[in-house]
């Protein structure tokens, strides 16, 4: 078995490889996409291998704290920015806030490509590469332990993104990228203003330096504005209202799979940003201004979302609008700092991610029959698709959030934490009734959608075949939420060891105030 | 009756939930290629599941006292505390889990006749094994959250099966009726696992963790308030009622199952859980007062829902909706038991009083399972014959031309109008005796018990008239056949008409078997949090009102319905019929004050979000964007304009970081 740190390189490396092969096979379809699937199962191959082994530590180890140092890492320096600035390497290296979400991106992945073939059109080697640049460059994203390498490969994401939108994107798909990229940049600016506020006192860039820095601020850059401008970019990553307007609109135009690929992984990048450079980094603001705005931004997320969701024309929009608000959630399990709330945020970046991926791939390929996602042009697509309207009715069940299946458990932690560190309390009822609120909302446009297009009576009665290819995708999907929503344990368990880096921190945490606030009625205290 | 070594025991209660289960999955993959298995793999499982289930109540009958726990595996841990997959035996979830495997047992073989040649049977079993695996959890978990698990899991099957026949409109928009109402109640349920989790004493979230924990009478008000409002979703009472009415598009076999004898009873085995088991174990005055307080509504919606869905139910012309109104109504009589609150009475602790109210109800809840659900697999046979036609204007005079339905049809009826006696008789007698007694207490309550009984005993003589106008109606009078039968009206096959003679045997003996010879109230004493104490079987005064009633009920149809089934229709009904069918205009409301407003909401702020506020940021976007036009190329310029973006917004941030230094 190779070593832990080559196959740390060696999973961000195939899908480059990857790439490179593919933009040679150019426009000969069959051999982009066969050598595509080579690479990305093979990269899959080996982050199985690596996160199985990271989460079987965490589970031997139990709840003892590590150090990011003494894990298996793959490091090269690259100097300083600039003279006395501060130190920047590539430090890739795998731990429990990590591991599962690199599972995630690999697996995904794996499934849009093997998707793919319906949309590259004329050149299938270009798409191909594009969306193997775009694994590869999120997996150096995530796996980054130097926060500039990080915050590079973080904005990188945008590039093959942005030109699978603006090449096989819909009618709109200029308007879409522009304002997708235009967006996330004008954030990601920001965040990169934050970052080196930090880091040029501490002096380096790796993750372990800062959290650890106890530089207290200068000038304007006091640590609360620092706290605001490095959250800038993930808020408008995720997305959280009010900054959200990119994402419908880019959902939409996007390729269906790539949509799946947006929404069920780069969405993480910017909640993954917030745990890493937010939580752990500076949890004292996370605590204070974090919980008043992340927290408010999650809130209207949720109800705002829903409704949207409700009032969406198609099914991609819906689904957009959906993750708006269901991502609301594990904001508020990282604003919480419980650690529970904490897991449960890391676990539901994860299980959102598998059920989301599973409902835009199977609308993709009701798509690319029926050519239009457009809910009042669609009915009783049940007798039309039965194995894929059954999984898709399957996967709105788990995105309800109906338990046993994968996202019951991430909501119902990231919601313990919400109401156990008193959250709650500090954004007041209205907060809380908009959050249990949102559980209602989710079902109600889901219900909806099935409802009206799945349900009913089609105008054709002839039975679409499905093909084994799209059997086997959306089965595994399947069977990872079920695995998932079943014995979360296992996945729970491995973001351990880092959440208890956050106790160490706080010797002696300020004694959390276990709290509940009822709808209606005036928040309660309860001391623990 | 006998002993069984723990292993065994625990063996067999895990194969309750997990048999089902299995047949379950295996119908459904068998389902694919051969659908003529399902029924069979459906019937093992849930056999196999009766079967365990049987043993156990045999096996722990003897000795009652602590309940018995098993442990299986962990499902997740919430702050140092696992939520496990674990079984808790007591005598209430033997009785309950025995009652439900075996009258599903029944209704599986009943299908097997009424779903011949329906396309999707082999989905339709698979469902129906589900539901049975999942209600045995939601009746055996130890755990709150493995309750919530099989609460949502019945819920979920129930979606799935009213939304059965998917391709008719109605039953889509019912299946999503049932699922958003009930959602309404489990909503409310997870915030009061929440709430209870956040509590460090029942952060363990198990029923002996929560009913041992010191918690605040607010938290303890505020819990069973949450949980009342689960219940009340759930269960169809009153203000959540409306989606039941509407879940008769499902099959007829599941609106047995699952809208008459299981599901819609779980929200009344949660309540009469949780409010005896939140007493505590010391009388804690302010406790008791907090739990008072929430028993006063549910007794306040039951008789509500009693009244006003007897009402409705005398007024329908659709056979199916007279017993879907009627379970409401017989729910609404078990929430009314519930809401007899512990005023000390006599030498009775408040404990006891209400452990005996909770007994009343839970006793009603498995007779009422029994006549109900052979009432509406009665329906279901004369649905099968009358070629799915179920409006009773358009058939009548049956009984000829099927005598076992009629005779099964007439043993129910008789049983739910309370005559002695069958079953009903014994479980609504023990009702109306909670609630005179509570009247006659001249606490400061006994005002609202009085009500509570007078709206009993209304409901009583109510019930009694709708029950038999349907039977008038339906198997009287000139015999009548819709053309959509065919020529080829006959009896029901054997498969259809045994279940229906094991259940009127049932409906007969159950009632008179565990009641007045005190089995089930020796057994369930043993069920801890209920302080049951010895009463003997007596004539008292509710018992002969209850039964005169009935029998004014039944005296007022024969001479309305008997004679002119099929002549004249609305007679001196037509006010209660056309209260009935614009359903007291309960639904109108709910349609014109929430469900179109809340859809208009979102229309128009999905339609703004679109339309209005992308737009509207664009306008500011459009600066940055008329300074990348100049550096646009025709051939690639997005890629080059973002590196240039890029590279120049870079330099701005160095150069304020570096002013800013």
Known sequence: MPNAATLLILVPLLPLLGALVCLAAGSRRALACYMAETFILLALAAGTLLVWNQANLAETSGLSFRNTEDLPNFEISLGRLGDRGPKVALNLAIDGLNAWLVFLTLGVGAAVIATSKSWVGEYPGAAMALLLLAVSFTLMAFLSMDMLVFYVFFELTLVPMFLLVGIWGGPDRQIAAQRMFLYTLAGGLCTLLGLLALAVPAGDFNWTVLRNSDFSGEGIFSRPVIFVLLMAGFIVKTPLVPFHTWQAITYVQAPTPVTAFLSAVLAKLGLYGMLRLGVFVMPDEMQTVGAHLLGSFAVASIVYGALCAFGSRDIKSLLAYSSLSHLGYVVLGLVSLDPSGLQGAVFHMVAHGVVTAGLLLAAGMIEAHEQTLVRTDLKGLLSRYPAIGGLFVFFCLASVGVPGLSQFVGEFLCLFGFFKSGVATLLGPVAVFGVMSGLFLGGWYTMTLIQESFSGTPETDETVPVKPRQLVVLGSLAAVVLWLGLSPQFVLETSGPEIKLLEQRHPAPATPVASAVVPGSAPRTIAE | ?661
């Open chain 2, 1 to 661: 009756m006998f002993e069984l070594s723990s292993e065994v025991l625990s063996g067999l209660a895990l194969c309750v939930p997990v048999l089902p289960l299995i047949a379950a999955v295996v119908s459904a993959v068998l389902g694919s290629t051969r659908p003529s298995l399902a029924p069979l793999v459906a019937s093992i499982g849930v056999l196999g599941a009766f079967a365990a289930s049987l043993l156990l109540l045999l096996a722990t009958a003897g000795h009652g006292g602590a309940a018995h726990i098993f442990h299986y595996g962990t499902w997740f841990t919430i702050s140092h505390h696992s939520i496990d997959w674990e079984i808790r035996l007591d005598a209430l979830a033997t009785a309950m889990v025995c009652m439900v495997t075996f009258i599903s047992f029944w209704i599986v073989i009943f299908s097997q006749g009424y779903m011949d040649g329906d396309l999707g049977s082999a989905r339709f079993f698979s469902l129906v094994s589900l539901f049975v695996g999942a209600m045995a959890i939601l009746v055996l978990a130890n755990s709150l959250v493995v309750m919530f698990l099989g609460w949502e899991g019945v819920g979920v099957c129930s979606y799935l099966l009213v939304g059965f026949w998917f391709r008719k409109p109605e039953a889509a928009a019912a299946a999503r009726k049932a699922f958003l109402v009930t959602r309404l109640g489990d909503v409310a349920l997870l915030g009061a696992l929440l709430l209870l989790a956040c509590q460090p004493g029942s952060r363990a979230l198990t029923f002996d963790a929560v009913f041992s924990a010191h918690l605040d009478a607010g938290i303890v008000y505020f819990v069973l308030l949450l949980l009342l409002i689960g219940a009340v979703g759930k269960s169809a009472q009153f203000p959540l009622h409306v989606w039941l009415p509407d879940a008769m598009e499902g099959p007829t076999p599941v609106s047995a199952l699952i809208h008459a004898a299981t599901m819609v009873t779980a929200g009344v085995y949660l309540l009469a859980r949780f409010f005896p088991g939140m007493t505590g174990e010391s009388v804690d005055l302010s406790r008791l007062d907090a739990i008072a307080s929430v028993q006063d509504l549910a007794g306040g919606l039951g008789a509500i829902t009693a009244l006003s869905a007897a009402i409705m139910a005398m007024g329908q012309s659709d056979l199916k909706r007279v017993l879907a109104y009627s379970t409401l109504s017989q729910l609404g009589y078990m929430f009314m038991v519930l809401g007899v609150s512990g005023e000390p009475r006599g030498e009775h602790l408040p404990q006891e009083v209400i452990g005996v109210a909770a007994f009343a109800s839970i006793f009603h809840l498995l007779t009422h399972a029994f006549f109900k659900a052979l009432l509406f697999l009665s329906a279901g046979s004369v649905m099968h014959a009358m070629g799915h036609i179920i409006d009773m204007n358009r058939f009548g005079g049956l009984r000829r031309l099927m005598p076992i339905t009629h005779a099964s049809f007439l043993v129910g009826a008789l049983a739910l109008a309370g005559f002695p006696p069958l079953s009903g008789f014994f479980s609504k007698d023990e009702i109306l005796l909670e609630l005179w007694n509570g009247s006659l207490t001249g606490g400061p309550r006994s005002a609202f018990f009085a009500i509570l009984f007078s709206v009993g005993l209304i409901t009583a003589g109510l019930t009694a008239y709708y029950i038999f106008r349907a039977y008038f109606k339906t198997f009287h009078g000139e015999e009548k056949i819709p053309h959509e039968a065919g020529h080829h009206a006959h009896e029901s096959p054997r498969s259809m008409t045994v279940p229906l003679m094991v259940l009127a045997v049932c409906s007969v003996v159950v009632g008179l078997a565990v009641g007045p010879t005190g089995i089930l109230h020796h057994y369930l004493s043993h069920s801890s949090h209920w302080h049951l104490h010895e009463s003997a079987f007596s004539v008292n005064i509710p018992m002969i009102l209850g039964v005169l009633a009935a029998f004014t009920g039944v005296a007022v149809a024969w001479m309305l319905h008997k004679a002119a089934a099929s002549t004249a229709k609305k007679r001196s009904m037509g006010l209660f019929e056309s209260l009935a069918d614009n359903r007291l205009y309960i639904d109108g409301l709910y349609l014109a004050t929430l469900v179109r407003p809340l859809a208009a909401l979102g229309s128009v702020v999905g339609w703004l979000d679109r339309e209005l506020i992308s737009p509207l940021i664009e306008l500011g976007a459009t600066v940055p964007r008329m300074v990348g036009g100049r550096f646009r190329s025709a051939q690639n310029g997005l890629l080059q304009f973002y590196a240039l973006a890029m590279a120049l917004g870079l330099i701005v941030i160095l150069a304020m970081f570096t002013v800013a230094r």
